[in-house]
């Protein structure tokens, strides 16, 4: 079997670097077609990690470095688009054709290599197009426009043979649309657990390289876009900002992060840090750096975006924070699992008042963080995830 994946940029997740060994290790070959340009930094090349025969990896050119900017980002996708699709089409055939979430509405190539080359198609829906863009205010809700787009997006995804979920929100959202729910197969997203391992604060260089030793860290680890909600959490390091000990940390980067760095200087908020994303290597030191992990996830894109940033607090077994609808996948995950708390949007008094019981409550951050740890060995672990897809691949063999 041979399977084409398609991502503009390489996935913020470590779909590519865990699940393709697994493929070539049970024959399948598979080829990648990625951007030139790269999206984070502190990353090793898919060339360098994913040197095997089986594997081939395809690099659209649109420039070198980073895609920092939104025109970098625009210039990026539009050339993969050109580019993708002139390869795809006269390149060499393949079973299989797997769409990714970048560009958006590009799975709809996928129906029409099926009608010229007879290829199959499977589409992974991280974030859902237009509905993202919808919440988001970039396109009016009731618009001709948005509606074509819409109407595009649900066409793509009901004519593939397979649509691949990471939330169960997604897809109950996909099945209200019409989508058949045989076709919708839940796969949730994970952390490679050989790579992301719990660190104790006594050996963990991070907190005496940030000076967060004998702090209580509340920690938001990741992109800081459109989707996420920082109203709250910025109004509580207000309310605790004469509380010595406690610190607000911020990883990452995104159209946001500018919003936190002004609020943080208007106010005054010495107790709000920022730190760039950390290379593979120091992961687990940063993310066990924590006390809580701060998720959230802005009003109406339940189903539209799954935060898989919270993963990585389940793998170093520490608790979550969530603020958000109580709808939404990591929501459930948490009150179902009891591994954190869930506090409602425009809530800064409750959210204020949940970090100061986890800051005086050391035996509860315990309690759940090690049953988030134990989650994540059972059920959002690297081989559960893995298996899975290739059960998927091999039913649409057969």
């Known amino acids: 079997m041979h399977i084409r ?3 503009t940029f390489e996935p913020v997740t470590t779909f590519y670097r865990d699940l393709i060994p697994a493929l070539a290790a049970q024959g399948i070959e598979s080829e990648l077609v990625i951007s030139s340009m790269e999206y984070r930094p502190g990353r090793e090349p898919l060339e360098s990690s994913l040197d095997h025969p089986l594997i081939h990896i395809r690099r659209v050119k649109a420039g070198q ?8 980002k625009v210039w990026a996708m539009v050339s993969y688009t050109l580019g993708a699709v002139i390869y795809s089409l006269f390149g060499r055939s393949v079973d299989l054709n797997f769409f990714m979430t970048q560009p958006p509405l590009f799975s709809l190539w996928g129906y029409l290599l099926r009608l010229l080359r007879r290829q ?3 589409c992974l829906v991280m974030d859902l197009y237009p509905d993202g863009a919808i919440k988001g205010g970039l396109l009016p809700e009731n618009g001709s426009i948005t509606q074509f787009l819409t109407a595009t997006s649900r066409f793509a995804l009901k004519n593939a043979d397979a649509v691949v979920v990471i939330g169960r929100c997604t897809r109950d959202l996909l099945h209200h649309d019409g989508m058949p729910e045989a076709k919708l197969h839940l796969i949730p997203n994970w952390v490679n657990n050989a790579e992301i391992q719990p660190i104790s604060s006594a050996e963990n260089r991070l907190l005496t390289d940030w000076d967060l030793t004998d702090r209580f860290v509340v920690l ?14 910025l109004e509580s390091a207000k309310r605790l900002k004469d509380t010595d000990d406690i610190r607000f940390v911020f990883i990452g980067a995104g159209s946001r992060r500018r919003e936190i760095e002004a609020a943080r200087v208007t106010y005054g908020l010495d107790n709000v840090m920022f730190f760039p994303y950390q290379p593979l290597d120091r992961l687990s030191e940063s993310l066990s750096a924590a006390d809580i992990h701060y998720v959230c996830l802005r009003d109406g894109f339940e189903g539209s975006a799954v935060p898989s940033k919270a993963y990585g607090a389940l793998a170093v077994g ?11 996948e990591i929501a459930r995950m948490v009150l179902e699992e ?4 869930v506090v409602p949007l425009y809530d800064a008094h409750a959210l204020t008042q949940a970090i100061l019981r986890y800051y005086q409550d050391p035996d509860r951050r315990l309690a759940e963080g090690d049953r988030a740890r134990r989650l994540n060995e059972r059920v959002y672990n690297r081989e559960h995830s893995i298996q899975s897809y290739l059960a998927l691949f091999q039913r649409i063999a057969e």
């Open 220 to 233: 938001y680890s990741g992109n800081m876009g459109v989707s996420h909600f920082f109203d709250d959490i």
């Open 65 to 72: 470095g980073l895609a920092t900017s939104r025109a970098q």
């Open 318 to 328: 520490k608790p979550l924070l969530y603020q958000g609808s109580t709808s939404g």
């Open 120 to 122: 199959r198609y499977v």
């Open 5 to 7: 994946f398609f991502n």
């Open 338 to 341: 009891r591994i954190g708390t």
